[in-house]
């Protein structure tokens, strides 16, 4: 079994799947599809495992460069500092501005444990 000493970020066009890792003691598995819908060979889901986060994020279908903004967004969030409480918070809005500027239109959603 696989104990994270350094971020994972899965998605994209390695639309691939993870199993086997350990994150903060729990067997964890992971797995990211392009989806039925927009079968163009874009795949927006991107999850991060690091060694204090968990995320899953989605760019929103339909939106143009959703799959840009969901690797941005994960980029950031394999960099972000836990150890400070408010770092997500912030890092979360710093991204959000930066994607309304570079990528006008794009959207996320995005969970974080």
């Not at 400070?84 to 959207?107: D, F, S, T």
Request: aromatic share 4%; charged share 30%; glycine share 12%.
């Amino acid at each position: 079994m696989r104990v994270i000493d350094s971020p994972i970020i899965l998605g994209g066009k390695d639309c691939t799947e993870i199993d086997g890792v350990t994150w903060q003691g729990t067997k964890i598995a992971a797995r990211c599809d392009e989806g039925f819908r927009y079968k163009n060979g874009v795949n927006e889901d991107r999850i991060v495992i690091a060694k204090d986060l968990f995320a899953v994020i989605d760019g929103m279908g339909g939106h143009g460069n959703g799959d840009l903004a969901a690797q941005y967004l994960a980029e950031e969030l394999a960099r972000v500092d836990l150890q400070k409480e408010e770092a997500v918070e912030k890092m979360i809005a710093r991204a959000r501005l930066r994607m309304q500027r570079l990528l006008p239109g794009a959207g996320v959603t995005v969970q974080i444990a």
